[in-house]
């Protein structure tokens, strides 16, 4: 973890313990090749050093809904799967992403891609026809997803437009973000995500999985990204901001200090306990746009 992710997680963790509900941890570690089990109990010990305690899950698996961790939880992505073969809107796709940067330019700033539909049936909803390798992609409506998200007010989304036919299974077998954090929110009956709002494009796709799948969506907060020195958006490389560098040089009271005062609830970055910044999130809760 680095000073961004803790940020993410206290204003988390602020928001639940202000409304009376359960904090969750959740191990998302789709990818095999980059999740290790020495790096989810590196998180689990700074969080517990932070005093950032769960109410569920963990590596332990923690409360009525686990297996909290999402290698274990293939089987309940398999059965979304079939459901969403099911209504015709899934296809196999063996375009690379070489393939579809080489045939449209970034979308936005962010680099986002809009994929084209080069292996999208010509008639849909179509009979899904397995081909080996080929990834599941789900084709999408040109409709709006319109939500509220509580920091940064009404959003619209249009699917095909912003958006574009999403893969909800790689070609490697592995599940795609969306389709997993959809299926695990809604039977861990979570009410609220908070992330990055690197991530708010996602919750158009969310909210149309979760119609779908007949689940009900959630409540979305999109924080700001914690930036370094030079504007950009905090990564590993950023070692003075790492939490191996924050507790060899601070106590707990000053990094949450640090991510308290990154969030306007704190005049200054003093050091500061996390029972005390409860009560000033009491009386100050997550502002809205102008945070």
């Known amino acids: 973890m680095h000073l961004g992710n803790i940020y993410t997680a206290l204003l988390s963790w602020l928001s639940v313990k202000?409304?009376?509900?359960?904090?969750?941890l959740r191990i998302e570690d789709l990818d095999p090749q980059r999740s290790k089990i020495e790096h989810?109990?590196?998180?689990?010990?700074?969080?517990?050093?932070?005093?950032l305690e769960w109410d569920e899950g963990g590596l332990d698996g923690i409360g009525p809904n686990g297996p909290y961790v999402q290698s274990r939880r293939h089987h309940l992505y398999e059965d979304a799967l079939d459901r969403l073969k099911a209504t015709g809107l899934c296809y196999p796709c063996t375009c690379t992403r070489a393939d579809i940067l080489a045939t449209q330019a970034p979308h936005e700033s962010d680099g986002r891609v809009v994929y084209k539909g080069t292996c999208r049936p010509s008639v849909l909803p179509s009979a899904y026809v397995e081909r080996p390798g080929a990834a599941v992609r789900l084709a999408v409506t040109d409709e709006d997803i319109s939500f509220s998200d509580r920091i940064k007010g009404p959003q619209t989304v249009n699917l095909a437009r912003h958006c574009g036919d999403f893969i909800v299974?790689?070609?490697?077998?592995?599940?795609s973000y969306q389709l997993a954090v959809v299926v695990d929110d809604a039977m861990m009956g979570v009410t609220e995500v908070m992330r990055g709002d690197d991530l708010l494009l996602s919750a158009a796709q969310q909210i149309y999985l979760y119609r779908l799948l007949g689940y009900e969506p959630p409540e979305f907060a999109h924080v700001p990204l914690v930036c370094n020195e030079e504007g950009r958006r905090l990564s590993k490389r950023?070692?003075?901001l790492s939490?191996?560098?924050l507790r060899d040089h601070y106590t707990p009271q000053e990094i949450l200090g640090m991510a308290a005062h990154r969030a306007a609830l704190t005049p200054s970055a003093a050091p500061i306990s996390?029972?005390?910044?409860?009560?000033?999130?009491?009386r100050t809760p997550i502002p809205n746009s102008k945070f």
């Open 169 to 175: 299974r790689r070609g490697d077998g592995a599940w």
């Open 274 to 282: 996390l029972s005390s910044l409860l009560d000033i999130y009491y």
């Open 238 to 240: 950023d070692h003075s």
């Open 40 to 51: 989810a109990r590196m998180i689990e010990e700074d969080l517990h050093w932070l005093g």
């Open 243 to 245: 939490m191996e560098y």
């Open 18 to 24: 202000s409304r009376g509900g359960k904090w969750i």
